[in-house]
């Protein structure tokens, strides 16, 4: 059997200069194509679109599933109203998106979710968020630690019995973070397995951990903490078994 092949879930950019402005590009961050085929994977971006038979199309012709980051996620999707610090959301590529982790799922393939794909999976398995980290109670850290994405700035607490600390070999985690929205209520078939020192969930997985979601970016870590090419072999690996 050749090596798996993985997707990506799409983005989309919008020329602001240059010879075309406004003009639309589907792209993904190039760290997370180095971190697949660094692990033994063929990376495919799977480029946004608004068919959902394309879509499903789409994952039938991939072995694994990984749900990128970007646009904050629609409150509506769980019965909220957008509170004035969310910010910019784009319902449509949630549509997207959660029908992706969707097919995955009823096709058996393994999903990992990263930042917005953590989230995103949480609420489409029910779970809910909040808008801003200003919006929690009590102390709160500061989840955006704004450039060097390379650099460790936070410590994640595993879980001692869940698949991710069996996969690292270890319970105390140091990773980089970016986020504003912070994971409310877990999502049915879903456990929080992961939590910074205030109590902010930071990875979740399901009962056999086919589908695992970390809301940091372990592939902008992947060259300076190696460890972290842990979970993109292991979405590999699963992908391989079945293919």
């Not at 020329?15 to 085929?37: A, C, K, L, T």
Request: proline share 5%; net charge negative; hydrophobic share 35%.
């Amino acid at each position: 059997m050749g090596k798996p092949i993985i997707g990506i879930s799409g983005s989309r950019i919008i020329d602001q200069q240059g010879p075309f402005p406004g003009y639309y590009r589907s792209y993904v961050n190039e760290d997370y194509v180095d971190s697949v085929i660094q692990n033994g994977g063929i990376p495919y971006i799977i480029p946004f679109n608004e068919q959902p038979d394309v879509t499903i199309a789409q994952i039938a012709n991939v072995d694994g599933l990984i749900l990128s980051g970007g646009h904050d996620v629609d409150p509506r999707l769980y019965n909220e109203e957008s509170l004035p610090k969310i910010g910019e959301i784009w319902p449509d590529r949630d549509y997207f998106d959660m029908l992706l982790l969707k097919e995955a799922e009823k096709q058996h393939k393994p999903v990992l979710g990263i930042c917005r794909g953590a989230q995103l999976i949480n609420v489409a398995h029910g779970g809910s968020l909040y808008q801003d980290t200003s919006y929690r109670d009590g102390l709160t850290l500061k989840h955006n630690q704004g450039r060097t994405p390379d650099i460790e700035s936070q410590s994640v607490a595993l879980e001692p019995n869940s698949y991710l600390a069996k996969l690292f070999g270890r319970q105390t985690l140091s990773v980089n973070t970016f986020h504003h929205q912070l994971i409310k209520n877990v999502g049915k078939g879903l456990q929080a397995v992961g939590h910074a020192s205030d109590g902010v969930v930071e990875a979740l997985e399901n009962d056999d951990a086919s589908v695992i979601g970390v809301q940091w970016h372990p592939e902008m870590l992947h060259r300076s903490d190696r460890e972290m090419n842990k979970v993109f072999s292991d979405l590999i690996n699963k992908a391989m078994k079945e293919g």
